[in-house]
């Protein structure tokens, strides 16, 4: 959620200091997005106030009540992204252009039923539950499945989250607001059973057998700076749509789903507190089109490699699926332990 702002002299407004503080934890969790908020720390030194109305957002608020959220351990004095944008100058008001600095929290709801909003229509422009899947933004989305990953547990029970999406009236464009923390999966999973997140995964090898990776995006919360098969994970789509999906949005690819086979399993899990994950490798027979970087956030290249000489910055389970597939293997595990 965006922090939310009160009148000036309010006991609960936040100071200068405890913007600092929360601007350091995050930094600690993402020392490269340093030059992303070198503005707010400086407009912290500099100013004796930097929460005045002339440099912070006007207060936004959805109608949830304090009672009903609580906060994760893991995220409790730390946002989970610091999002910067630019704001026109506005002669009306006699504001000069300048930068606004959103911090979004992550927060669980302390009852099974979501509470009922009631939105300040002159800021807000509209609310809604989304799953992590329906997510815009590339980045908050990574951060979200990383955080959910950890286990969020601010209140007892299933720790599965959405996401409350709040758009501004006027000053940006649709964008992720508020976090609060939910359970939709409640009733339809059995007792006892574990989640796990499904990802699909595309084996591409062209006329000379080289087989396509992507290298992803230095700040990326997955696999920074390390070679991947084009993937996605499934929102409410079979496995073989979201591929063909992902392959058209990522790299311009055009697949036909009856042109597609699974060829390989992966399950794994990246630690014992993880949730664990199947990976769906498909392989696609044809295709139209050369790859292209149509999503610079999460991948910087595309390349074409030899199945003997794959880079040493390789996803272990992607190199394990490749391995399994070499072999004429359907099925392998990453991270339970050998077998």
Same mark, same amino acid.
């Given at each position: 959620?965006?922090?939310?702002?009160?009148?000036?002299?309010?006991?609960?407004?936040?100071?200068?200091?405890?913007?600092?503080?929360?601007?350091? &934890?995050?930094?600690?969790?993402?020392?490269?997005?340093?030059?992303?908020?070198?503005?707010?720390?400086?407009?912290?030194?500099?100013? &004796?106030?930097?929460?005045?109305?002339?440099?912070?957002?006007?207060?936004?608020?959805?109608?949830?009540?304090?009672?009903?959220?609580?906060?994760?351990?893991?995220?409790?004095?730390?946002?989970?992204?610091?999002?910067?944008?630019?704001?026109?100058?506005?002669?009306?008001?006699?504001?000069?252009?300048?930068?606004?600095?959103?911090?979004?929290?992550?927060?669980?709801?302390?009852?099974?039923?979501?509470?009922?909003?009631?939105?300040?229509?002159?800021?807000?422009?509209?609310?809604?539950?989304?799953?992590?899947?329906?997510?815009?933004?590339?980045?908050?989305?990574?951060?979200?499945?990383?955080?959910?990953?950890?286990?969020?547990?601010?209140?007892?029970?299933?720790?599965?989250?959405?996401?409350?999406?709040?758009?501004?009236?006027?000053?940006?464009?649709?964008?992720?607001?508020?976090?609060?923390?939910?359970?939709?999966?409640?009733?339809?999973?059995?007792?006892?059973?574990?989640?796990?997140?499904?990802?699909?995964?595309?084996?591409?090898?062209?006329?000379?057998?080289?087989?396509?990776?992507?290298?992803?995006?230095?700040?990326?919360?997955?696999?920074?700076?390390?070679?991947?098969?084009?993937?996605?994970?499934?929102?409410?789509?079979?496995?073989?749509?979201?591929?063909?999906?992902?392959?058209?949005?990522?790299?311009?690819?055009?697949?036909?789903?009856?042109?597609?086979?699974?060829?390989?399993?992966?399950?794994?899990?990246?630690?014992?507190?993880?949730?664990?994950?199947?990976?769906?490798?498909?392989?696609?027979?044809?295709?139209?089109?050369?790859?292209?970087?149509?999503?610079?956030?999460?991948?910087?290249?595309?390349?074409?490699?030899?199945?003997?000489?794959?880079?040493?910055?390789?996803?272990?389970?992607?190199?394990?699926?490749?391995?399994?597939?070499?072999?004429?293997?359907?099925?392998?595990?990453?991270?339970?332990?050998?077998?």
């Amino acid at each position: 959620m965006t922090v939310p702002c009160r009148k000036r002299g309010d006991a609960h407004a936040p100071n200068s200091s405890a913007i600092r503080e929360a601007v350091e &934890a995050y930094l600690g969790r993402h020392p490269d997005e340093y030059d992303a908020v070198a503005g707010l720390l400086a407009a912290i030194e500099d100013s &004796a106030d930097a929460t005045a109305r002339t440099v912070r957002e006007g207060c936004e608020e959805a109608g949830l009540r304090p009672s009903e959220l609580c906060a994760t351990p893991q995220f409790l004095d730390q946002p989970i992204d610091v999002d910067v944008h630019d704001i026109d100058a506005n002669p009306v008001k006699g504001e000069p252009a300048h930068q606004h600095f959103d911090f979004r929290f992550v927060f669980c709801l302390t009852a099974d039923q979501r509470p009922a909003l009631a939105l300040q229509e002159e800021e807000v422009a509209g609310a809604q539950w989304l799953s992590y899947a329906d997510v815009r933004s590339p980045t908050l989305r990574a951060e979200l499945l990383a955080a959910e990953a950890d286990r969020l547990d601010g209140r007892p029970g299933p720790d599965h989250m959405s996401a409350l999406i709040r758009r501004h009236a006027a000053e940006h464009p649709p964008t992720v607001g508020k976090l609060v923390g939910t359970d939709p999966l409640s009733g339809e999973a059995p007792t006892g059973t574990e989640l796990h997140i499904v990802g699909v995964h595309l084996h591409l090898q062209d006329d000379q057998g080289r087989i396509l990776l992507g290298l992803r995006h230095p700040d990326s919360a997955f696999a920074p700076n390390t070679w991947h098969f084009l993937a996605g994970h499934c929102e409410r789509e079979t496995a073989i749509d979201c591929l063909v999906r992902e392959a058209e949005e990522e790299a311009g690819l055009t697949i036909a789903p009856e042109d597609v086979d699974l060829v390989h399993t992966v399950h794994h899990v990246d630690s014992p507190i993880a949730r664990p994950r199947i990976a769906l490798v498909f392989q696609a027979r044809s295709w139209t089109g050369d790859p292209e970087v149509l999503e610079p956030d999460r991948c910087v290249e595309w390349r074409w490699w030899k199945p003997q000489e794959l880079p040493d910055a390789l996803v272990p389970y992607t190199r394990r699926a490749i391995e399994g597939i070499l072999r004429g293997r359907r099925y392998s595990e990453q991270g339970w332990g050998e077998r």
